[in-house]
């Protein structure tokens, strides 16, 4: 069997030993793995009639190539947000652009399967969020054998508990908020620390949870500055050292206000995030006269080394999905439910994204994580 | 002999290293007892103390911060601000004042030992930016939290092909973004000493671009500065002291070598990262050499001077002479760094 394996949005830690994995794993039982580059953007671009255009999209993966790749973090692969059934004139190859005379998105599936087939690849493993993994979902209706590897830091792919990069991720963040914490207490200041999480919370909220911070603001409840100022204002007064720190993520809102976007949508129409911090932190300066502390983690967040946990699960990811594919099932993700690891049908990310347990875990009265009633719930608790 | 001991201006990894080596040595050597006094010159304006001694100094040198606070509160910025400083001295029968801060705070300190106050200076800065020493208090920790950050953003960069820019403290100096940007290896390296042209930079981003690599690590100091007439930025507001505040610069950079260069460009500001957390060996070792030297020119009644490093040698300084003109990278430094460019 030959295998296609490709990273698709956003880099997060963890997928380089998840590329390794798979291909020791199949190469080990004597098939091929081809890796594909830049993600979906690798086999819109690939012109079956240019043979260079396959030299610079794929790369045979082996042992030997891969041997040391897990040590780092990032894709070998590279990726790209392109999703192919909806490519724009400015991202389209020219080799496509017939008959193009506006900048409509257009569907080029048809392509990928005759790349596919030229490829002669027998299935593919996509390491991607939702996005990546509607069009992995779109090639399995067309009939292409595909086992899928949910990845996001933001931790939002439904069918799963777990994606890779998710753990870095906060491992990441509550360091940089110890550190953070001599600079606020130093200064006797107000710190807004901004976290990535798209239009999901969890990481704001997981964060401040295992960090102690006094207050979380995440996307899926709309917040009252005000509100907020005072809370933080008492949590200064209770703090020995005088301080205050909240969380806020990029997606998060003020009530009745919208989210704080730049930039141009991207092919799955999702825009830049970030600003709320700063506003944020404005508003704050005003309502209470103190100084703040505005820190957005941003890409320090997934850059770099992945920790043990993304390790685990992403080489576990791996081995599952090319045991699936080699024993001849597919339309599957690979998941972790209730602390194991299983696998689901792909159809799960239809649900879009997945969002914080608001209910079980967050106090919207008092903007905070609320974890109480631990007996009996999974690791990430829900 | 008592001692007063305040921090002043921006906390920075060492601080608390300084403080420990000061009361260590002061209590030890000189049987010396001191007095900590709270957030920078405020404590003095508003005499705010807490006790300090051996109890208090123990297990805090690799913390980060400051146990005795910090602020920017001058003392000629208050109505009678000298005068309270030298009350509160005179009702805590403080004999001298060991004052630890960079540029703002100690010009203050300068100013008062000009008046007549017993002071001794501790040089500190992430920005590496004061006369008189080579080195101070904080700079290397900054540099290694910016290179682990160069460090880790090239896997991001790398797997988006993309331009990251990587915004670094330094006010007025490069130092920070040279040391870093050469620890880490970026492909060019933006700072204030040298007015940059944004075009030739995107050269050598696309020159780099086109042969072997498709991305690359700006270092921008938050300082940096155009040349005169290639590009437009916005004013900067002033702080207390009357310093442009400064921050933000990379993302007015960033959109314009995104259209320049057609590479996708995201921005990264390190902020208050570089400020925090537990100081490396080099800050704490020097911080701890800085406040056995503090204690020790106290006792020699070294009145108006600043302890400072000079090669391997702890030695001190006229406090005037040290804030007579800012330490500014040399040129070469810089030319150096750019061997590496593009």
New interface residues.
Partial sequence: MRIGIL?GG??V?G?NACIKAATNRAVGDGHEMVGIR?GWAGLLELDPADPETITTHTLSLSPDVVRTIDR????IL???RTNPAKVRASDEPDFLKAGRVDDEARDHTPHVLKVLEHLRIDALIPLGGDDTLSFALRLHDEGVPVVAVPKTMDNDVHGTDYCIGFSTAVTRTVI?I??????A????RL?VVEVFGRYSGETSLVSAYLSGMDRAIISEVPFDVEKLATFLMDDKRKNPS?YAMTTISEGAHFVGGEMVMGGTADAYGHRKLGGIGAQTGEALKEITGEGI????I???M????PDSLDLMVAINYAVMAADLLLEGTHGRLVALRNGSYVNVPLEVVRQGVKRADVDALYDVDEYRPKIRHVDGKPMFLY | MRLGVL?GG??C?G?NAVIRGVVRRGVRAHRMDFVGFQ?GWRGLLDDMTQPLGIAETTGILP????IL???GANPYRFEGGPEKVAATLERHEVDGLVVIGGEGTLGAAARLAEDGLKIVGVPKTIDNDIGGTDVTVGFHTAVQVATD?I???????????RV?LLEVMGRNAGWIAVYAGMAGGADAILIPEQPFDLDECCHHLRRRHASRS?FSIVVVAEGAVPKEGTLELPESLLDENGFPRLGGVANHLAPEIEERTGFQT?V??L???Q???SPVAFDRVLGTRFGIAAADLAVAGGWGRMVARKAQDVRDVPLAEALAGRNLLPPELYHEAEVFFG
């Fill in positions: 990273t956003g880099d830690p997928l830049r780092t973090g990032g894709t590279h990726t790209s940089f110890h550190q953070l914490r001599t600079s207490g130093s200064h006797e710190a005088r502390i505005y820190q957005q941003g890409y320090l997934r850059s770099g080394q | 921090t921006g906390d990894p601080l957030d913390r980060g911060g400051t606070g910090s602020s950050a460090d880790r953003l090239h896997s991001t960069a790398e797997s988006h092909d990251m498709s995201r990264t500001i902020g208050h990262l400020r925090g957390g």
